[in-house]
């Protein structure tokens, strides 16, 4: 249920910034966020559940890294 209301959060917040958005059930309290392909969040790394706005940063960070990369 947190991994759906986060992923839900996450949509809302930057549904105009992202061309899609995927939330792929894991077992045993997993939670992984890629974003473009890359990790940008793992539980099993950390050891803990992230917070929201923890991982709003690492989206946007990810947002303006895309932005500010040279095209091509």
Known sequence: MRAA?????????????TAS?????????????????????SKKATGRYPELNELKQTVVQAIE???AAPAG
């Open 21 to 41: 958005f995927e939330l792929i059930p894991g077992g045993a309290g997993e939670f992984e966020l890629t974003i473009d392909g890359h990790s940008a969040y």
């Open 5 to 17: 209301w986060t992923a839900a959060e996450l949509l809302t917040s930057y549904q105009g910034d």
């Open 65 to 67: 890294a895309r932005a």
